[in-house]
């Protein structure tokens, strides 16, 4: 239906994964900081790379937050406007010797392209300039582009982007390609993210650290109360039991239990919690996580009893919960299961991110569903996901008219953020077609 752009997407993707590479072999790691040599030198890659594609592009810049790229193609006048969304920092790399090469010199293996942030979210920057440049500078929509430099961090200065930045981002589409298909060769539309909410947990059993022999048996070291504490927060399955927490369910689709062990790398004997099926314990069920724990290391432990211990708990959110509201129940409830009477502190995380569910009607919708059976041969499915994109209720709350979509090429076994993230390479081929046709399809629908 779409040959030529078929044609021309095939003739371009060459370069595409070439503009890939050099954007996986910068660390433009967010959590180095604000102002990073990295971070800058992958903002200015994006704007070279969005400037050549035909695009009029620019940084926006704030103080203390890393640089954001804003492009802009003109469409037909009177055409949609969409705005198309990527991020160029990443995640750490973690154990660099859990890798098989180095995370930042990006390889080929069997099809795939191995290397940090070669899926998540470099691969989006590399979809949407695909898309620009098969148009030649003359897209069939008003074509906007924005790529942020802190989304691995939680995006925490979007809010000041959007204040700043209004009229720039505002759009009647706009296409957030940072999600994942649901398994090679299978398209999907993300239409469902959990919420996150955190805090640290401190329990107190002393004013200071006492001799282990001279005490012990009648005085509660603060980490064994801390671990009871924390048991409190799962059933004897591992459902989370902080009360009014919402849940839900999602369709099963067809994850079986031994694909989601491969894919997560479970450990042989361990068994997987919670209850209902493994996608609604995934997307719309709250899940309770223990992040960290400060306490004495072993290479340092004395014969003490340790008088105060500390741990980040994190709660994901079902659609549907609140995330002040989910804070407040969690807090509450590890105040009231103090063991052996321990001083129990929470301190809330610093941010919140909400659950939202998306409105999957719409001209935008039928445009990219079409497109995804196009490029695969096959239907679209609807999935959620477990994490939280922050920015995406923004959006919503300041555009409210705004059609939003989230999309992506990486897939459950791409191990975004893990070592030997990768993305297979024809994913990423027939993502390009289908933004490709789907912007062409809304431009026609208007």
Same mark, same amino acid.
């Given at each position: 239906?779409?040959?030529?752009?078929?044609?021309?997407?095939?003739?371009?993707?060459?370069?595409?994964?070439?503009?890939?590479?050099?954007?996986?072999?910068?660390?433009? #790691?967010?959590?180095?900081?604000?102002?990073?040599?990295?971070?800058?030198?992958?903002?200015?890659?994006?704007?070279?790379?969005? +400037?050549?594609?035909?695009?009029?592009?620019?940084?926006?810049?704030?103080?203390?937050?890393?640089?954001?790229?804003?492009?802009?193609?003109?469409?037909?006048?009177?055409?949609? +406007?969409?705005?198309?969304?990527?991020?160029?920092? $990443?995640?750490?790399? %973690?154990?660099?010797?859990?890798?098989?090469?180095?995370?930042?010199?990006?390889?080929?293996?069997?099809?795939?392209?191995?290397?940090?942030?070669?899926?998540?979210?470099?691969?989006?920057?590399?979809?949407?300039?695909?898309?620009?440049?098969?148009?030649?500078?003359?897209?069939?929509?008003?074509?906007?582009?924005?790529?942020?430099?802190?989304?691995?961090?939680? &995006?925490?200065?979007?809010? *000041?982007?959007?204040?700043?930045?209004?009229?720039?981002?505002?759009?009647?589409?706009?296409?957030?390609?940072?999600?994942?298909?649901?398994?090679?060769?299978?398209?999907?539309?993300?239409?469902?993210?959990?919420? $996150?909410?955190?805090?640290?947990?401190?329990?107190?059993?002393?004013?200071?650290?006492?001799?282990?022999?001279?005490?012990?048996?009648?005085?509660?070291?603060?980490?064994?109360?801390?671990?009871?504490?924390?048991?409190?927060?799962?059933?004897?399955?591992? +459902?989370?039991?902080?009360?009014?927490?919402?849940?839900?369910? =999602?369709?099963?689709?067809?994850?079986?239990?031994?694909?989601?062990?491969?894919?997560?790398?479970?450990?042989?004997?361990?068994?997987?919690?919670?209850?209902?099926?493994?996608?609604?314990?995934?997307?719309?069920?709250?899940? #309770?996580? $223990?992040? =960290?724990?400060?306490?004495?290391?072993?290479?340092?432990?004395?014969?003490?009893?340790?008088?105060?211990?500390?741990?980040?708990?994190?709660? *994901?959110?079902?659609?549907?919960?609140?995330?002040?509201?989910?804070?407040?129940?969690?807090?509450?409830?590890?105040?009231?299961?103090?063991?052996? %009477?321990?001083?129990?502190?929470?301190?809330?995380?610093?941010?919140?991110?909400?659950?939202?569910?998306?409105?999957?009607?719409?001209?935008?919708?039928?445009?990219?569903?079409? =497109?995804?059976?196009?490029?695969?041969?096959?239907? &679209?499915?609807?999935?959620? #996901?477990?994490?939280?994109?922050?920015?995406?209720?923004?959006?919503?709350?300041?555009?409210?008219?705004?059609?939003?979509?989230?999309?992506?090429?990486?897939?459950?076994?791409?191990?975004?953020?893990?070592?030997?993230?990768?993305?297979?390479?024809?994913?990423?081929?027939?993502?390009?077609?289908?933004?490709? #046709?789907?912007?062409?399809?809304?431009?026609?629908?208007?």
């Amino acid at each position: 239906m779409h040959d030529e752009l078929r044609a021309t997407i095939d003739e371009l993707f060459p370069g595409v994964r070439s503009d890939l590479e050099r954007l996986v072999r910068i660390p433009s #790691i967010s959590l180095d900081g604000p102002d990073t040599p990295a971070l800058r030198e992958a903002a200015d890659l994006v704007v070279e790379l969005l +400037t050549e594609a035909g695009a009029m592009t620019r940084k926006l810049e704030l103080p203390d937050a890393p640089a954001a790229v804003f492009a802009e193609a003109a469409g037909p006048e009177g055409a949609p +406007t969409v705005l198309l969304y990527a991020h160029y920092d $990443v995640q750490p790399p %973690g154990n660099l010797d859990d890798w098989s090469g180095d995370p930042f010199e990006p390889v080929e293996r069997d099809g795939r392209l191995y290397g940090r942030a070669a899926s998540d979210d470099k691969s989006g920057i590399a979809t949407h300039l695909a898309a620009l440049r098969a148009f030649a500078g003359a897209p069939p929509v008003n074509l906007k582009i924005f790529v942020e430099g802190e989304e691995e961090i939680g &995006s925490p200065n979007f809010a *000041r982007f959007l204040e700043a930045f209004e009229e720039e981002l505002r759009a009647d589409v706009i296409v957030i390609a940072d999600s994942e298909h649901w398994s090679v060769g299978q398209p999907a539309l993300t239409t469902s993210l959990r919420g $996150v909410v955190d805090c640290v947990v401190e329990v107190r059993t002393l004013a200071a650290g006492v001799h282990s022999g001279q005490f012990g048996g009648a005085v509660p070291d603060a980490l064994s109360s801390l671990s009871r504490l924390l048991a409190t927060l799962h059933d004897d399955d591992g +459902t989370a039991a902080v009360p009014d927490l919402v849940g839900g369910d =999602a369709d099963p689709l067809d994850l079986t239990e031994a694909e989601l062990r491969e894919h997560a790398g479970v450990a042989d004997g361990v068994e997987l919690v919670g209850e209902g099926s493994l996608t609604s314990r995934m997307w719309r069920r709250p899940a #309770i996580s $223990v992040l =960290a724990i400060d306490a004495p290391r072993i290479d340092e432990a004395i014969n003490q009893i340790v008088p105060v211990a500390r741990a980040k708990v994190s709660v *994901r959110l079902a659609p549907g919960d609140d995330g002040p509201r989910a804070l407040a129940a969690l807090a509450a409830h590890l105040e009231s299961h103090a063991p052996w %009477g321990a001083q129990v502190t929470v301190t809330p995380g610093p941010g919140i991110a909400q659950p939202y569910e998306l409105d999957t009607t719409g001209p935008a919708y039928d445009a990219f569903r079409a =497109a995804y059976l196009e490029a695969w041969g096959r239907e &679209s499915v609807e999935i959620g #996901i477990g994490g939280s994109i922050p920015l995406v209720p923004d959006l919503q709350e300041r555009f409210p008219e705004v059609t939003i979509l989230l999309t992506g090429v990486g897939e459950p076994t791409s191990r975004i953020h893990g070592p030997d993230e990768s993305q297979d390479l024809e994913e990423l081929r027939r993502g390009c077609l289908a933004e490709t #046709i789907a912007l062409t399809l809304i431009g026609e629908s208007r």
